[in-house]
């Protein structure tokens, strides 16, 4: 019988998602970052350096749970949609078992025979093709949520971007370091950094009242 594993009822956490695929950069560029952060400290004895929390800013970003909402809507319509499908898959095999049940029933003319015979081979090349869609639809539908979760996804992260850009900006600042990121060793590249350099609730305050006032996400 077809299932759907990849479409469960709730997708992860939308900053989840983004932590592990965005956020927390590969490790070839967190050591190109930190090679410009030792060049930048080489060359000017008082480079200014931030950070923020990106981690904290998905989590506090209104628009992360909107997304997840949209995720999960969209989810569950096509969720909903595969389920009704295998339910007449069920129901089409049902009518085979009882056909073949009747079949094995010594009291039926061989005509009669022969008449549930052609509808049951009916039936069966009926929920083949059946079965063909529903795998088709399973794809497809997997593919168009994968692909509105990244559009959704660089939506999110541009904004937050632009807004430690801007941010960082305006303190003259030389580098910004996401705090939350990890080495090889999945250990926190910024072992100590003093809290006055950390602007991480000035993005998330910029961030919400910005957007709350701009249009709905869309799908």
Do not use: W
């Not at 030792?38 to 350096?49: F, G, Y």
């Not at 995720?71 to 009704?84: C, G, R, S, V």
Request: proline content about 3%; aromatic content about 4%; hydrophobic content about 40%.
């Amino acid at each position: 019988m077809p299932t759907f594993p990849n479409l469960p009822g709730r997708v992860r956490t939308f900053e989840r998602i983004l932590s592990a695929n965005i956020v927390r950069k590969s490790a070839l560029r967190l050591i190109a970052f930190a090679a410009c952060l030792i060049s930048a400290v080489e060359t000017r004895a008082q480079a200014k350096i931030g950070t923020v929390d990106l981690d904290r800013v998905l989590k506090e970003y209104h628009k992360s749970k909107e997304v997840e909402a949209k995720l999960n809507e969209a989810t569950n319509a096509a969720k909903k949609e595969f389920d009704d499908r295998v339910e007449a898959y069920k129901k089409a095999l049902d009518e085979i078992n009882k056909l073949n049940a009747q079949l094995d029933t010594p009291v039926l003319s061989a005509g009669a025979k022969a008449a549930k015979a052609k509808e049951r081979d009916e039936k069966i090349a009926n929920i083949k093709n059946m079965e063909r869609e529903i795998n088709d639809f399973r794809q497809t539908r997997e593919q168009q949520l994968q692909q509105q979760m990244l559009r959704l996804r660089e939506g999110i992260v541009k904004e937050i971007t632009d807004v430690v850009m801007e941010r960082g900006k305006s303190r003259n600042l030389d580098v910004v370091f996401d705090k939350s990121g990890a080495s090889l060793n999945r250990i926190s590249l910024l072992l100590l950094s003093p809290d006055s350099v950390d602007f991480t609730a000035d993005v998330i305050t910029e961030l919400n009242k910005k957007e709350r006032t701009k249009s709905p996400i869309k799908p």
